[in-house]
């Protein structure tokens, strides 16, 4: 474990030092291509005046109400349609049809319907991760064998109770990597809404984005999508893999 943490530091203290080289041999402006010193100047005034934090905590309270909700809402619709034929054939077409959809496609659809609100950024990352979690809940569903519902039937459980102790855990590991999916398009769903849409009551880091470019700022460019960057591999670490090593443990599938 030491060992790959070593090896995976020295990665990145070399992608830093290349990107130091780079800056020292001038090829592009600084204005365009800022030292990796100047981003980290950034990134600290911007967190000792708060505004980072500010930022981060408006984003993330964004992304967790529109993907909890799009959780609630998927979950029960991808399971319907890997339950119904007819709902396979309708919303089953319909989520994938609308997941190859970029998520900035919605943007222009919230701000007719909702306005600069933030209403407006909550449907975008709905729709961003709605249609995928649907996907991936009705694939997982599908991909049990079949001998696990008679096997439960034989046993006596029906309905209710086959879904919720045979089915659903036997899914599990598909309904996991589906969640994961749905947050990876969360995130980009958030960035595009929170570029696009402008609202007074919380400005969030896609803000800090685009207001580094309207002026110019790679510094703040760069240091915004490090800390977009850090995020993502946070919640990752916390939350996903460990779950997913659990799954992996208790499936007898565990990787090296």
Not at 110 to 124: D, K, T
Not at 148 to 158: D, E, I, L
Request: glycine share 8%; net charge positive; charged share 10%.
């Amino acid at each position: 474990m030491i060992t790959r943490w070593l090896a995976a530091s020295l990665f990145f203290v070399g992608l830093v030092v290349v990107w130091h080289l780079v800056v020292k041999a001038q090829i592009w402006s600084p204005l365009l291509l800022p030292s990796p010193l100047s981003v980290l100047d950034y990134l600290r005034s911007a967190a000792e005046d708060g505004t980072l934090w500010e930022a981060t905590l408006v984003t993330v309270r964004r992304l967790l109400m529109g993907y909890g909700l799009g959780i609630l809402i998927g979950l029960p619709l991808g399971l319907l349609t890997a339950s119904s034929r007819w709902c396979h054939d309708t919303i089953g077409i319909l989520a994938l049809g609308l997941q190859t959809l970029p998520s900035v496609c919605w943007v222009p659809l919230a701000l007719l319907w909702f306005g600069q609100s933030e209403a407006a950024m909550l449907f975008v990352v709905v729709m961003g991760t709605l249609w995928s979690l649907i996907i991936a809940t009705d694939n997982g569903v599908r991909t049990i064998p079949p001998i696990y519902r008679r096997a439960a039937r034989t046993m006596g459980s029906t309905g209710l109770h086959t879904w919720t102790h045979v089915i659903l855990p036997a899914a599990l590991p598909f309904l996991i990597s589906g969640m994961k999916q749905g947050w990876a398009f969360a995130w980009r769903s958030l960035m595009a809404a929170e570029i696009y849409v402008t609202i007074l009551s919380g400005f969030g880091l896609g803000q800090l984005l685009h207001y580094g470019r309207e002026l110019h700022a790679m510094d703040q460019v760069i240091g915004v999508i490090i800390v977009i960057v850090l995020i993502g591999l946070a919640v990752d670490k916390s939350l996903f893999a460990p779950t997913e090593r659990f799954m992996y443990r208790r499936w007898g599938t565990e990787r090296a």
